[in-house]
């Protein structure tokens, strides 16, 4: 079966600044991706990429077989911002049976969705009215409730409590399990051994694109804070031979 | 455009406004308030000679259109504000909503709000102050509710040049004030100088004040209050069609 997320060069700019540098990779499907990368390396900007609402300078992003952003994947495709997008004067269900309803599904589904992030309790609670977690999880929610094939999620458990955490990202692994694609960010390196598969970003350009297993290997240790280190390291080390190698450096 | 998806944005809007029970009570009792100022104003003026409408009549009914107009284009303006500040708006973008099933769906929930909205008025000034028009209350509910979804229309396209709440209040002295000045209410259309009337001429609002004194003046609606009529649907069709064109799936 052909890959969930497939990209070639994408090159992104904001401005005049370059946000993204060429990336090239290919995300399975059925797999949790974890996109890893300090603040500012351009995580978001890919997610936007992948889910079609960024404008791309170069390259192309393919999304389940269609051109990110295609009609089609409208209702193929979830995604969570990293604000939480939903709207604060409605009820934490409300907001779910309106998404829901966008993606043709009943109440049952979006009570589900409500249940399956824990918010259960608090379903009849103005979105205004939770905390900023709480707020992420009803925007979870809304992002799960249409049963996508691909899952975006900007950053989805930043502020969770480590029990809900857990909780989170086993259902992650489950939807996998059910042929889902998760495609998640994180600056926590403690959520990269969790992932299936690891992106390294930063500042622009990918520096692993592996398993866990498989990055350790590559750098030689055990810890993948410290693996990551290296790859770093180890990446900036070639940039300036070749820097060198091209004579004048820009 | 898909109803059920229309329908269901359209809930979703009028139940983001139930929830706002201050906001509520605002919109349907402040126009009634500022009726109420308007008869006692005018209530010691000399009856305008040779059965002529009394200056209150001329200047309610007037108003019934107005208070729509510019409170469904400030209420627009912020709602629509905040789905592009908070995110909503492009998350909406990714999924099977359609661009004219959001613009639609605001054009409905605040076109019945504003119809809410110019009845208790309506209400108030016939029953409580004796407004006297020829035609029936219901033409001019009509025409208010009307000028609420041209209201909403603007707003809707307005919003895409506002990046805070500071800017979007801003726009309603540029985009409503004008209309409000020549619409000929405060100086007759006929007797402007010529360059006025011919803004006055370009400015929607102008004819909905028209189709409005046509339901004073004449028992039966006239075919000057279904052009004016049309004008004025027109003229929202138009700000709708611009504010789709400002509603983009990819940004930068």
Redesign the interface.
């Known amino acids: 079966m052909e890959d969930a997320i497939v990209l070639r060069d994408l090159v992104v700019d904001r401005g005049r600044r370059r946000v993204l540098h060429g990336i090239s990779c290919a995300v399975p499907r059925g797999v949790v991706a974890g996109l890893l990368g300090p603040s500012g390396s351009g995580k978001t900007t890919l997610m936007r990429a992948v889910v079609g609402v960024q404008v791309v300078a170069g390259g192309t992003a393919t999304v389940l077989g269609r051109p990110a952003g295609s009609a089609d994947l409208r209702r193929r495709v979830g995604y969570l911002t990293q604000a939480p997008s939903v709207y604060a004067d409605l009820t934490v269900r409300e907001n779910a049976r309106y998404f829901a309803a966008l993606h043709g599904r009943g109440r049952a589904d979006a009570d589900r969705a409500v249940a399956d992030v824990g918010l259960g309790a608090a379903a009849g609670q103005l979105v205004g009215t939770l905390s900023g977690g709480q707020r992420s999880r009803a925007s979870l929610a809304c992002a799960l409730v249409g049963e996508p094939e691909l899952i975006v999620l900007d950053e989805p458990t930043v502020g969770q409590d480590p029990v809900l955490r857990a909780e989170l990202w086993s259902r992650f692994h489950e939807l996998a399990a059910a042929g889902v694609t998760l495609l998640v960010s994180s600056h926590v390196m403690d959520e990269a051994a969790r992932c299936d598969r690891l992106l390294l970003i930063r500042e622009g350009r990918l520096i692993a694109d592996d398993t866990p297993d498989a990055v350790r290997a590559a750098a030689g240790v055990a810890d993948l804070d410290e693996a990551f280190l290296r790859l770093i390291r180890a990446n900036e080390a070639s940039a300036a031979v070749a820097a060198g190698a091209g004579g004048e450096s820009s | 455009m898909n109803p ?2 229309l329908a ?2 359209t809930g ?1 809007i009028l ?2 406004l139930r ?2 029970r201050r906001t509520v009570a605002l919109l349907l009792v402040v126009p009634a308030l500022l009726l109420t100022l308007v008869y006692y104003m005018y209530a010691d003026q000399p009856a305008p000679p040779g059965g002529a409408p009394s200056t209150f009549d001329r200047i309610a009914l007037v108003m019934l259109g107005f208070f729509p107009f510019i409170v469904m284009f400030l209420v627009t303006s912020i709602a629509m504000l905040r789905e592009r500040t ?3 708006l ?8 359609a661009k004219a099933d959001l613009l639609f769906g605001y054009g409905i929930a605040f076109g019945l709000a504003g119809a809410a909205q110019a009845a208790v008025a309506a209400a108030v000034a016939y029953w409580l102050f004796d407004l006297e028009t020829a035609g029936g209350s219901g033409l001019v509910i009509m025409i208010a509710a009307l000028n609420a979804v041209l209201a909403v229309a603007l707003g809707l396209f307005c919003s895409a040049f506002a990046r805070t709440e500071f800017q979007a209040v801003q726009f309603m002295p540029v985009v409503v004030a004008p209309q409000l000045l020549l619409c000929g209410l405060f100086v007759p259309r006929d007797e402007m100088a010529g360059w006025l009337q011919a803004i006055s001429d370009v400015l929607p609002l102008s004819y909905a004040v028209e189709a409005l004194q046509e339901v004073g003046a004449h028992a039966e609606p006239t075919g000057t209050m279904w052009r004016d009529v049309a004008v004025v649907a027109g003229a929202a069709v138009l700000a709708l069609v611009l504010a789709a064109a400002t509603l983009r ?4």
């Not at chain 2, 799936?249 to 930068?252: I, L, P």
């Open positions: 059920r998806i269901v944005t979703r139940r983001q929830h706002d908070t995110g909503t492009e998350r909406l973008l990714t999924t099977p909503l799936r990819r940004s930068g």
